[in-house]
């Protein structure tokens, strides 16, 4: 994934995995003997039980910890194992990047013996709560506008299923879209906002002008006046979401 080789670089650097989060995709797989992990990138919530990662970029295969589980250069879209290959298959914050979100799913859905589990995050949810796309970057919203899957469309897909929100940690550790809803100062760091694909993705120059009014909000103080109530919480629900599918 050409992607993922360009962006990826860093990668590790910014996106630790975050224990809350890992403990809920954890219990979200249940009881099961072996999982792969599509679209694995540096292995980030892998359980125990992980046998293999499937991920598109060698660059993020690189990154990844020397005891994690092995890991092969493959796509969601045509994975190289044989049907009914565990008993669970999970993909985190991937479908959106896929090229055939249906032959993806139909991959995920033909792998899996018993269980699927997604974490993805709904556009509309995240366009609204999140003050960063809100207010200061709708360039990036728009970005994300054009490849968003709507988790309704992808429980139809799946044939079904449960969706779980995922809360956001003011200290999430893990530094995707959201995680530093409380930190605002961490988005005009270039590092961490290359760790970010929707930020990666979305042009310095259409990004100049939101970044230098959040500069100048954190500056004078307007931007912690405008979000008080924001920094007396400890989690937030800004759309993300775990998508659980039996079958």
């Known amino acids: 994934m050409a992607t993922y080789d360009a962006l990826g670089t860093t990668y590790a650097r910014t996106r630790q995995p975050d224990p809350r989060i890992a403990a809920q995709i954890h219990a979200a797989l249940g009881n099961v003997t072996d999982v792969i992990n599509v679209g694995a990138g540096t292995g980030s919530y892998e359980p125990p039980q992980t046998v ?5 970029s060698q660059v993020m295969i690189a990154q990844r910890p020397q005891r994690s589980a092995p890991a092969v250069q493959g796509v969601a879209e045509d994975l190289p194992l044989r049907d009914n290959a565990a008993d669970a298959v999970m993909a985190l914050l991937t479908v959106h990047h896929w090229t055939d979100l249906t032959a993806g799913i139909s991959e995920l859905r033909r792998v899996a013996r018993s269980r699927i589990v997604i974490l993805t995050w709904d556009q509309h949810i995240f366009r609204e709560r999140f003050w960063l796309v809100r207010d200061y970057l709708p360039e990036a919203a728009a ?6 899957i709507p988790t309704d469309q992808l429980v139809d897909l799946l044939g079904g299923g449960r969706q779980e929100p995922v809360w956001v940690p003011h200290d999430c550790t893990d530094g995707f879209g959201a995680a530093f809803w409380r930190r605002p100062h961490a988005y005009l760091d270039p590092q961490v906002r290359a760790g970010i694909s929707m930020l990666a993705q979305t042009s310095e120059d259409a990004m100049t002008a939101g970044l230098t009014q959040l500069a100048d909000d954190l500056r004078t103080n ?9 920094l007396a919480l400890e989690t937030i629900d800004v759309g993300y979401r775990l998508l659980v599918i039996d079958h």
């Open 52 to 56: 293999l990662a499937i991920e598109p």
């Open 143 to 148: 970005f994300d506008d054009a490849r968003a």
């Open 222 to 230: 307007r931007w912690h006046t405008r979000h008080a109530e924001l």
